[in-house]
């Protein structure tokens, strides 16, 4: 079955940009139909979504964050990435990567990777 | 930014029916599909029901979801301690263009 790994630095300085790659196994990107995903989760609290990405390289992202956020895709790889411009110490939290299904009226995230813990701190 | 609106806790004892519910409005619940995700402790989110009632091949049917108007519900029937977990609804906002969550459940079996 599909799986997805987050990785990337865990510690991001203020004002510098954070990047992390998800690395899809058992299921090719470019094999269309799914959306891949950036969810966030701030320390103790609740889900945020980031935003996706479709392997044609279409993006969708929150617009909260749309100005700082860039999501890209290598299929030749089976990667996709995020990039968070501009850091402060409110995008610490557990990133997830993810599939999306988006038929119409709706969309769900599965299966999620493990998540992996960026900290922005000098 | 819409909200999703959830009880930030609830409770039950084994073998009990709970039940979990979100509240939001017409641009999400009341005008798309309503999911749920279970995080267990220390573990990332999984799917345990979309599309309203629908469960992911290997959700127990003790699992069930049910929307109405604007407002969604979990069902969890014969609650068992591994069921403890935190517990979020989910629904496309129209005005978000995106996916929204709400702020979660912590389930506690006592």
């Known amino acids: 079955q599909v799986q997805l790994q987050e990785s990337g630095p865990g510690l991001v300085k203020p004002s510098q940009t954070l990047s992390l790659t998800c690395t899809v196994s058992g299921g090719s990107i470019s094999s269309g139909g799914y959306y891949w995903s950036w969810i966030r989760q701030h320390p103790g609290k609740g889900l945020e979504w980031i935003g996706y990405i479709y392997y044609s390289g279409s993006t969708y992202y929150n617009p909260s964050l749309k100005s700082r956020v860039t999501i890209s895709v290598d299929t030749s790889k089976n990667q996709f990435s995020l990039k968070l411009s501009s850091v402060t110490a409110a995008d610490t939290a557990v990133y997830y990567c993810a599939r999306a299904e988006r038929p119409p009226g709706g969309d769900w995230f599965d299966p999620w990777g493990q998540g992996t813990l960026v900290t922005v701190s000098s | ?110």
Not at chain 2, 17 to 31: A, D, P, Y
């Open chain 2, 1 to 110: 930014q819409s909200v999703l609106t959830q009880p930030p806790s609830a409770s039950g004892t084994p073998g009990q029916r709970v039940t979990i519910s979100c509240s939001g409005s017409s641009s999400n619940i009341g005008s798309n599909t309503v999911n749920w995700y279970q995080q267990l402790p220390g573990t990332a989110p999984k799917l345990l029901i979309y599309s309203n009632n629908q469960r992911p091949s290997g959700v127990p049917d003790r699992f069930s979801g049910s929307k109405s108007g604007t407002s969604a519900s979990l069902a969890i029937s014969g609650l068992q301690s591994e069921d403890e977990a935190d517990y979020y609804c989910a629904a496309w906002d129209d005005s978000l263009n995106g996916p929204l969550f709400g702020g979660g459940t912590k389930l506690t079996v006592l």
